[in-house]
C-alpha cells in the first residue's frame, strides 16, 4: 500500500504572508483593461519615464489606443501574429497593448538574436507585422523576403527623450551607435508619424480569457524553439497572484524599476505588466548594465526592484555602489538563478530592501513560487507555490508516484498561469503537460514546511548573465562546421556572469583548427550571450553505451579543474 504524500495537504499555506489568500477570487479581465483602469484612476500619475522622459498614465492609454487604431487600419486582425523585436523603450509597452486591445498575439523576441534565430520564431508564429529599432531595420528589411512579414514598423532612442537630450541626440546618437540610418523601403513606417496619423479610436474587440494573447518563445532541449501559447487568463491571473503576494505594497504608490527586458516573461509580467496593473510608474532601463543601474537608481528612486542574480551581482561590484542612495528601494524580486547568501546580505545592507527569490519558467507566465515577502525566507530555496497554484515532487521514472518529504525528484506544477501547450507542438505540448501538470524538468525536493529546493536543473541548460542558453543551439551551429565531427556545449563557472559557455570539439580526421577559428565561425550565427567563450580539442567525447555525450562527466571535470 502506496503511503500517504504530503503534497496534498499544502503545508506551504501555514506560511503564507498575513493577508495573502490560499484562493483568490479572480477578475475576469484582461491586461488592457487593466490599463484603461489605471488610465481612468490615476490619470497624470507617471506610468513610464525613460531617459528623463516621462509618460502618464493617460498619455499612454491614448498611444495605446492609436497604435491599435493603426494596426488595425494596417489588416490585422484578432488572432494574427505581430512581432516586437525591441528592448525596454517606451513603444515596446505602447505596441505590446495595442497588439492585445484589437485581439492580435504579441510575439516578443530578442534584440540580440541571431537572423537565423529570428528567422525561425517570426516564420513559427506566422507574424504578419514586425515592430522594431532602427537599429535593426537594414537586417530586418533584407530578412523580410524569408518570412510573412509585409509590414514593418521602427522606432529609435531618440523618438522619446527630454530636453536638451532630444536635441543633442540627433548630432550624438549615430557617433555613439544608438541610432542609424533608415533607407526608404516598401511597407516600411516609422512610429510616431504612424501615431500621430491616426486617432486613438481602436476598434471594440471582445475577449476571451481562453484567447492566445502571446506566443513567447523558449529554448528546448531538442534546440527547437517552442511558441509557449499563453492565453489572456494565464497573464491576468498571474497579475493577480503577484498583487496577492505583496499586499503591502498599495496601488499608484510605487515606482518599478524597469530593468528586466520585457521581451523575457519574467520582466514582460513582473516589472511591466503588474506596473500597469497597479498604476505604478515604471523606469525603463534598455541596458540593464551595473553602471546604468546604479545611475537609475540613484536618480529615479525606485521602490520595487524586480531583478537576477547577474544584476545584483555587478551593481555590488561596481566601486560606485558606495556613492549611490540605493535606499529607495522597499522591495526586490529575484529569479532565473540562484542568489548567493553573501550577496543577498550585502544588497539587502545598502539597500535596507528585502529580497525574495522565486522560481518560474516561460511555461507558467512565469511564477510559480516565491518566498513570504513579510514571513519566513529560507536562503537556497525558491519558496512556497503562490495562491491556486499546486506543486509536488514526482519520481523521475514514474511520474505517478510521488516523493515523499525531503527526496528529490522532478518539480511539477499546476494552476491557471499555466500555458496552453506549444503552439503547433502537440507531441512535445503532450510530454510537457500530463493532466494538467506542467513537468518543469527541474530535479527540486520539499522541506516539512512547504518549501521548496531546486537541486539540479534541467540537465543541459545553462544560464548565462539571466539568460536561458540551450547547448544544442550552439551544437548545431559547431556541425555545420566543415572540419568538425562531434562538438558539445556545457556551461562552466563564470564569476560575474554565472555561467559561460564552453564547448568540446572533435575534428574530422586530418583536419587541424584552432580556438579562435571556432569563436569565429560562431559569431553571426548565434546571440552573443550564447556564444562560447572558451574552446577544448579532444579525441574523443565520453559517452554512455547508447551513444549520449555524458555532458555530466564533463562538467564534474571542469569544476575539479576549476577547485569548485
Known amino acids: 500500500m502506496t503511503p500517504p504524500t504530503p503534497y496534498a495537504d499544502k503545508p506551504w499555506l501555514s506560511n503564507y504572508e498575513s493577508g495573502v489568500p490560499a484562493q483568490i477570487d479572480y477578475e475576469d479581465v484582461c491586461l488592457p483593461v487593466f490599463l484603461d483602469r489605471s488610465a481612468e484612476e490615476f490619470p497624470e500619475t507617471m506610468a513610464l519615464l525613460f531617459q528623463g522622459y516621462r509618460v502618464n498614465y493617460r498619455q499612454l492609454k491614448e498611444m495605446v489606443d492609436r497604435f491599435a487604431a493603426c494596426l488595425h487600419a494596417m489588416g490585422i486582425r484578432q488572432g494574427d501574429s505581430v512581432a516586437i523585436l525591441l528592448p525596454n523603450v517606451i513603444p515596446c509597452v505602447v505596441a505590446y497593448y495595442g497588439i492585445l486591445k484589437i485581439g492580435a498575439r504579441a510575439v516578443m523576441n530578442n534584440p540580440l538574436y541571431s537572423d537565423r534565430e529570428l528567422e525561425h520564431q517570426f516564420n513559427d508564429s506566422g507574424a504578419k507585422l514586425l515592430v522594431t529599432l532602427d537599429l535593426l531595420v537594414k537586417r530586418m528589411v533584407a530578412l523580410r523576403p524569408q518570412t510573412q512579414i509585409k509590414t514593418i ?5 531618440g523618438d522619446y527623450l527630454p530636453f536638451p537630450k532630444n536635441l543633442l541626440f540627433p548630432l550624438v546618437g549615430k557617433k555613439k551607435g544608438l541610432a542609424a540610418d533608415v ?7 516609422q512610429w510616431k508619424a504612424l501615431l500621430a496619423k491616426y486617432p486613438p479610436q481602436p476598434p471594440v474587440v471582445e475577449l476571451a480569457m481562453d484567447d492566445i494573447a502571446m506566443l513567447q518563445y523558449t529554448g528546448g532541449t531538442t534546440g527547437v524553439s517552442k511558441g509557449v501559447m499563453l492565453t489572456h487568463g494565464n497573464l491576468s491571473r498571474q497579475i493577480q497572484h503577484i498583487r496577492a503576494w505583496f499586499p503591502k505594497f498599495a496601488r499608484g504608490e510605487e515606482i518599478m524599476l524597469g530593468a528586466l527586458p520585457f521581451f523575457h516573461v519574467f520582466g514582460l509580467s513582473v516589472a511591466m505588466n503588474f506596473a500597469i496593473y497597479m498604476g505604478w510608474g515604471d523606469i525603463l532601463v534598455p541596458k540593464p548594465q551595473p553602471e546604468p543601474l546604479l545611475e537609475t537608481i540613484g536618480k529615479f528612486r525606485p521602490t520595487f526592484a524586480p531583478l537576477v542574480p547577474t544584476m ?3 551593481m555590488l561590484s561596481q566601486p560606485q555602489i558606495n556613492q549611490t542612495d540605493l535606499t529607495s528601494i522597499k522591495g526586490c524580486f529575484s529569479g532565473s538563478a540562484p542568489l ?5 546580505r550585502d544588497f539587502e545592507g545598502k539597500t535596507g530592501a528585502v529580497i525574495v527569490e522565486g522560481f518560474g519558467m516561460t511555461e507558467s507566465s512565469p511564477v510559480t513560487h516565491i518566498n513570504p515577502f513579510g514571513g519566513q525566507r529560507k536562503v537556497g530555496s525558491i519558496g512556497i507555490p503562490i495562491p491556486d497554484t499546486e506543486a509536488r515532487i514526482v519520481d523521475l521514472n514514474d511520474p505517478a508516484k510521488e516523493m515523499p518529504i525531503g527526496e528529490t525528484g522532478e518539480l511539477v506544477v499546476r494552476g491557471p498561469q499555466v500555458m496552453q501547450g506549444y503552439w503547433q507542438r502537440e507531441d512535445a505540448t503532450a510530454e510537457t503537460l500530463v493532466n494538467g501538470w506542467l513537468h ?4 527540486a525536493m520539499m522541506d516539512e514546511e512547504g518549501y521548496f529546493f531546486i537541486v539540479d536543473r534541467k540537465k543541459d541548460m545553462i544560464i548565462s548573465g539571466g539568460y536561458n542558453v540551450y547547448p544544442r543551439d550552439i551544437e548545431e551551429v559547431l556541425f555545420e562546421h566543415p572540419k568538425i565531427a562531434e562538438a558539445t556545449a556545457i556551461g562552466v563557472p563564470h564569476p560575474k556572469r554565472g555561467e559561460q559557455v564552453k564547448v568540446f570539439v572533435v575534428l574530422k580526421p586530418d583536419e587541424t583548427a584552432t580556438p579562435e577559428e571556432i569563436l569565429e565561425f560562431c559569431k553571426d550565427k548565434l546571440a552573443a550571450y550564447k556564444l562560447p567563450t572558451e574552446v577544448e580539442f579532444m579525441g574523443e567525447l565520453p ?12 562538467r564534474a571535470e571542469e569544476l575539479a579543474k576549476r577547485g569548485q
Request: aromatic share 8%; proline share 6%; charged share 20%.
Open 440 to 443: 518543469t524538468g527541474d530535479i
Open 340 to 344: 548567493p547568501i553573501e550577496v543577498i
Open 183 to 189: 533607407a526608404p523601403a516598401a511597407d516600411l513606417y
Open 153 to 157: 514598423i521602427y522606432t529609435s532612442i
Open 543 to 554: 559517452k554512455t553505451n547508447v551513444g549520449k555525450v555524458l555532458k555530466k562527466d564533463l
Open 312 to 314: 545584483y551581482i555587478g
